[in-house]
């Protein structure tokens, strides 16, 4: 079946150091893509999203890039805090990647 | 409410008995959904709805879980005879599906914490 996936399960960033995180898709026909953000103890939450037509999206600190010649897809989160620690999922549609763990250290 | 409800938000339960795990969507959403997430791991798809047409059951990992959603609004899921590994976090979500992109955006509740000792 179609599936959502993340090359890294781990990352951990110094504390103002910009962050990557990054995602392969399978479905060439995926037409949107949506970003969650999870944190201990809490439901997955929305942080920015992306249409197919585009290939740049900016956000406050994030941005993400779509390249659909090799379906991958990237979170770039600037000056990273330590607030942004949390798992964080690519999605298209109801299905989910596996998931980054993204930790800051101070 | 503004958000998704879930209840309870933790429930411990003795090995072979049964659970019900309520949802409540945001008010106007047409699709529900149910995930499971065990401890350090990803989402698991369990179950779909949408307005009134049949639900998407692929995810349901055996019949011991079943879930129905009452005119529309609440769900709830249920497990049946439950085992140590039905042990996770059981989050709902909901989503308008009003045709537009945004309507694709998925909301979470917190979750339901589900210890089966």
């Known amino acids: 079946g179609e599936s959502v996936g993340l090359h890294l399960p781990t990352l951990s960033v110094q504390e103002g150091d910009n962050s990557i995180i990054n995602c392969a898709y399978s479905n060439s026909a995926s037409d949107y893509f949506i970003w969650y953000k999870q944190e201990s103890g809490k439901g997955p939450q929305f942080i920015i999203d992306?249409?197919?037509?585009?290939d740049k999206r900016q956000g406050q600190r994030v941005t993400v890039l779509l390249n659909k010649t090799v379906k991958h897809l990237s979170l770039q989160i600037a000056a990273t805090q330590p607030g942004d620690s949390a798992v964080y999922f690519c999605a298209e549609s109801r299905n989910f990647g596996t998931g980054t763990s993204l930790t800051v250290i101070p | 409410g503004a958000g998704v409800s879930q209840s309870p938000s933790n429930k411990v339960t003795e090995k072979g008995k049964d659970v019900e795990l309520r949802c409540d969507p945001i008010?106007?959403?047409?699709?529900l959904y149910w995930y499971r997430q065990s401890l350090g791991q990803g989402l698991e798809f369990l179950i779909y709805?949408?307005?009134?047409?049949?639900?998407?059951k692929s995810g349901l990992p055996s019949d011991r879980f079943s879930a129905e959603r009452t005119g529309g609004s609440v769900s709830t899921l249920t497990i049946q005879r439950t085992q140590q590994e039905d042990s996770a976090v059981y989050l709902c979500?909901?989503?308008?599906?009003?045709?537009?992109?945004?309507?694709?955006?998925?909301?979470f509740g917190e979750g339901s914490w589900l210890t089966v000792v």
């Open positions: 709805f949408q307005g009134n047409s049949a639900p998407d």
């Open positions: 992306i249409r197919s037509n585009m």
């Open positions: 008010s106007g959403h047409t699709a």
């Open positions: 979500a909901s989503s308008s599906s009003s045709g537009s992109y945004s309507g694709n955006t998925i909301y």
